[in-house]
Structures are given as C-alpha cells and as structure tokens.
C-alpha cells in the first residue's frame, strides 16, 4: 500500500479530480479511481500483454515456472512443508479433516 499511497500523492489533482467532497477521505474510493488511471499506463498495458502470455503458457503447458519467484517459491515451499509436518504430528487425532 504504501506504494499506492506515493503514487496518489504524486498524481493527486488527477486522482481526486472527480471524486465527491464527502468521499475524498475513503481510501477505497480514492484507490478505485487512481486504478482506472494506472489502467491506461503503457506499464499497465504491458502487464495485460504478458499475463495473457503467461495463461496461454499455463493452459498449453510450456511455461517455465523454474525461475518464477524464487524467493516467494521458497518461503511456499517451506510454509508447505511445515504445515505438513505439524498436521503430521496431530493426524493421530484429526485423523482426515485436515486435509
């Protein structure tokens, strides 16, 4: 959010520009019309491109996902496993409900 709320303040007079008085302080209000500026960013643009790619290399099946997120594919994995391995622990007594 914080990068939400940089990009607001550096581009207010077109944010709030046709936001009601009484709605200015509504902090989804002001992000939903900061969006519908950033959808027409050439950045934002990009962005679709590559995601239509990228579902169309998951739905015919040639994307490469062995460098997607290293870090975030990482911090998965091992939040994966260590559920795993408590739910492992307690399995004796929930017997099937946890999965």
């Known amino acids: ?6 990009w607001i303040e550096e581009h207010k007079a077109e944010v709030y520009a046709h936001i009601p008085d009484d709605l ?13 500026l950033v959808k027409h960013l050439g950045a934002y643009q990009k962005g679709i491109v590559k995601y239509e790619e990228y579902q169309r290399a998951v739905k ?3 994307l490469d996902t062995t460098n997607l997120n290293p870090v975030w594919t990482s911090i998965a994995k091992g939040v994966r496993e260590a559920t795993d391995e ?6 004796n007594v929930l017997k099937d409900t946890i999965r």
Do not use: C, L, S, W
Not at 1 to 6: D, K, L, T
Not at 86 to 91: A, G, L, P, R, V
């Open 1 to 6: 959010m914080p990068i939400v709320f940089q």
């Open 86 to 91: 408590i739910f492992d622990t307690h399995k």
């Open 24 to 36: 200015k302080d509504d902090v989804g209000v002001v992000t939903a019309a900061a969006f519908e």
């Open 60 to 62: 015919d099946g040639t």
